[in-house]
């Protein structure tokens, strides 16, 4: 199965909003106050027919892009769908630059897009911090910037930002775990960190911590990796040695996650079930198969990198999302973490990545 999101696919996934379709039907979506009485109060009213023609072929656009290299299963498929959603237009120009993990050549890059004045960019920085001087450079000399994920400093550095729910993801997970353990005392409930000086492993920490005192339970143990598949080995292992029975498990990041299975082989334990986290495929084909203590994943898409083409070449067409009244694209959509079970996993294999 292809880690690629096939075909023209324009919209924001499941949210709703059509970025390049339009929809069936007469409906209209209705925002601000109406009257209670059936008297026309246009005044108080702003309406516009769902869909639209954002599809059709418009301004031709040249979108430049920049990511991390692909060293992981994440970021590989960040850089894929990228690509194959800019294809999936007519009216596009996909000019990306070397993908690298060196925060200085990744500037250099950007500034080498500043210079061909591209349309529209679209960054997932290494760092946000870092990279936020060169965004604002961009943005002065009028090339909008989509950031995708990694936030810059200030939003003086994006016209749009679009990325997954850290926080989100925790409550996912912990909401799937106190389900299933509803009813039982005191169970061990063990988490898998990754990196844990990054504000996303906190942010996803904080959400497990959170919808998980909410059933009134708490994190038993918990070790940190550095999202590698030879680090999730390496603390998992040193988990299953101090923690000799645990209930439930949740690993942030389902790249790291082949290590942590295979620590868990090793050790021959069997009595707990395991949330995965980001939603790769590897992880929902064990889900489906349902032969090991991997019970479910928590997405964090992406197809973040798909819908973030679409909206820089809406914002450089200066169109807006079709389903929403507005005349413009907004500037921040938090994507959400949805949980990928055995009952549901196969509507969401499209938006998975291979590790």
């Known amino acids: 199965m292809s880690d690629v999101i096939s075909g023209p696919r324009r919209g924001l996934g499941r949210r709703g909003f059509l970025l390049g379709g339009a929809a069936v039907g007469a409906t209209v979506l209705a925002a601000g106050c109406t009257s209670n009485d059936s008297g026309d109060n246009k005044d108080e009213t702003n309406t516009k027919a769902v869909g639209g023609d954002n599809a059709a072929k418009g301004t031709q656009v040249t979108i430049g892009f920049s990511a991390p290299q692909a060293d992981h299963g994440w970021i590989g498929a960040i850089?894929?769908?990228?690509?194959?959603?800019?294809?999936?237009?007519?009216?596009?120009?996909?000019?990306?630059?070397?993908?690298?993990?060196?925060?200085?050549?990744?500037?250099?890059?950007?500034?080498?897009?500043?210079?061909?004045?591209?349309?529209?960019?679209?960054?997932?920085?290494?760092?946000?911090?870092?990279?936020?001087?060169?965004?604002?450079?961009?943005?002065?000399?009028?090339?909008?910037?989509?950031?995708?994920?990694?936030?810059?400093?200030?939003?003086l550095?994006?016209?749009?930002?679009?990325?997954?729910?850290?926080?989100?993801?925790?409550?996912?997970?912990?909401?799937?775990?106190?389900?299933?353990?509803?009813?039982?005392?005191?169970?061990?409930?063990?988490?898998?960190?990754?990196?844990?000086?990054?504000?996303?492993?906190?942010?996803?920490?904080?959400?497990?911590?959170?919808?998980?005192?909410?059933?009134?339970f708490k994190v038993s143990n918990r070790v940190a990796?550095?999202?590698?598949?030879?680090?999730?080995?390496?603390?998992?292992?040193?988990?299953?040695?101090?923690?000799?029975?645990?209930?439930?498990?949740?690993?942030?990041?389902?790249?790291?996650?082949?290590?942590v299975l295979a620590a868990i082989r090793q050790a021959n334990r069997k009595e707990f079930f395991m949330v995965g986290g980001a939603g790769s495929l590897d992880a929902m084909e064990l889900i489906k198969k349902d032969d090991s203590v991997l019970k479910a994943t928590v997405t964090y898409s992406p197809s973040m990198a798909s819908s973030a083409i679409s909206l820089a070449r809406l914002i450089g067409q200066k169109k807006g999302i079709s389903d929403l009244v507005e005349n413009e694209v907004p500037a921040k959509i938090t994507l959400a973490s949805a949980t990928v079970t055995k009952e549901n996993v196969d509507q969401y294999t499209s938006t998975g990545f291979r590790s």
Not at 98 to 122: F, G, H, R, Y
Not at 227 to 233: E, H, K
Not at 240 to 245: E, H, N, S, V
Request: no cysteine; hydrophobic share 40%; proline share 5%.
């Open 79 to 155: 850089a894929k769908n990228a690509q194959a959603q800019a294809k999936s237009f007519e009216d596009v120009t996909f000019e990306p630059v070397e993908p690298t993990n060196d925060v200085a050549a990744q500037i250099a890059a950007i500034e080498t897009l500043i210079t061909k004045k591209v349309s529209v960019l679209v960054v997932l920085p290494n760092d946000g911090k870092q990279l936020t001087a060169v965004a604002r450079k961009a943005m002065a000399a009028g090339i909008p910037v989509v950031n995708v994920d990694r936030i810059f400093d200030t939003p």
């Open 225 to 259: 990796a550095e999202f590698t598949v030879a680090s999730g080995q390496q603390v998992t292992s040193n988990l299953l040695q101090a923690a000799p029975k645990i209930d439930a498990i949740w690993n942030h990041d389902d790249d790291q996650g082949l290590g």
């Open 157 to 216: 550095a994006y016209r749009t930002w679009i990325g997954g729910d850290n926080y989100g993801m925790g409550v996912s997970a912990g909401n799937y775990i106190a389900e299933r353990l509803k009813g039982k005392s005191n169970p061990v409930i063990a988490e898998i960190a990754g990196i844990d000086s990054l504000p996303l492993t906190q942010e996803r920490s904080q959400g497990f911590k959170d919808a998980l005192a909410s059933a009134g």
